[in-house]
């Protein structure tokens, strides 16, 4: 994955003029095999840099649809070989990114979620979490499915129970806040609120690793 991370502005000393200096971050890189190469019409072979795609534009949404298959795929023949010989027995195909490590997921989770906190609609990233649905330690995985991103006090009620997201996607606050705590006011006026969803439904927070939640960490 190649993603612009960060820009900082400079001035050239004695000069009044400014620029920008970019950073690139290659984040759990993946190559696919000349076969699986994707082809694109728009790409003028005499381009090496400075050219790319955004998901906000159809050419570009079509190629990562591309990748996305290509990794399920790959998974899928790596996970259950023989799979094809006895049969289908799979749904509707999901985004799978293999060995994604941490670092990338709170990337992802971050761009899936438009950098704004999926409770509050904040944006003030540098308070943003990317918070696991099912922490990894007790068999979740670093998929943006398995995602959330959640101010940082929003995080840590999540974690310990005190409210939670129903597999339809709206907030539920803990009674305990107030009995153990009396306070939490701000956040029980989120209670019952449709949470901020990814655009992309491959992306939505998995039904099955919500109820999870509900079930095993919340403290209703």
């Given at each position: ?5 960060e ?11 400014e ?20 082809l694109v019409?728009?790409?003028p072979?005499?381009?090496v ?8 534009d ?7 649809a591309e990748?996305?298959y290509?990794?399920q ?5 790596v996970a ?6 006895s ?13 994604l490590?941490?670092?990338a ?13 999926a ?28 995602g959330?991103?959640?101010?940082q006090d ?27 705590f009396?306070?939490g ?25 919500l109820?999870w939640?509900?079930?095993s960490?919340?403290?209703p």
């Amino acid at each position: 994955m190649r993603r612009r991370i960060e820009k900082y502005r400079r001035v050239e000393p004695g000069s009044a003029s400014e620029y920008n200096v970019g950073c690139i971050l290659l984040q759990s890189p993946f190559f696919f095999s000349r076969e699986e190469w994707i082809l694109v019409s728009d790409w003028p072979p005499q381009v090496v840099q400075g050219k790319g795609y955004s998901t906000d534009d159809e050419a570009g949404r079509r190629i990562w649809a591309e990748v996305g298959y290509r990794l399920q795929t790959r998974s899928m023949n790596v996970a259950e070989p023989g799979l094809a010989a006895s049969g289908s027995r799979f749904g509707q195909p999901q985004t799978v990114l293999p060995r994604l490590g941490q670092g990338a997921f709170r990337v992802i989770v971050t761009d899936v979620y438009r950098r704004q906190c999926a409770l509050t609609n904040s944006h003030v990233l540098h308070v943003l979490d990317a918070a696991h649905i099912r922490p990894y330690a007790e068999g979740g995985s670093h998929v943006p499915s398995n995602g959330l991103l959640l101010r940082q006090d929003l995080h840590t009620l999540f974690d310990r129970g005190y409210l939670t997201v129903s597999p339809d996607y709206r907030v539920e606050v803990s009674r305990r806040l107030k009995d153990e705590f009396d306070n939490g006011k701000e956040y029980y006026a989120l209670a019952g609120k449709s949470i901020l969803l990814p655009e992309n439904p491959l992306f939505r927070p998995s039904s099955e690793q919500l109820a999870w939640h509900n079930e095993s960490i919340y403290r209703p």
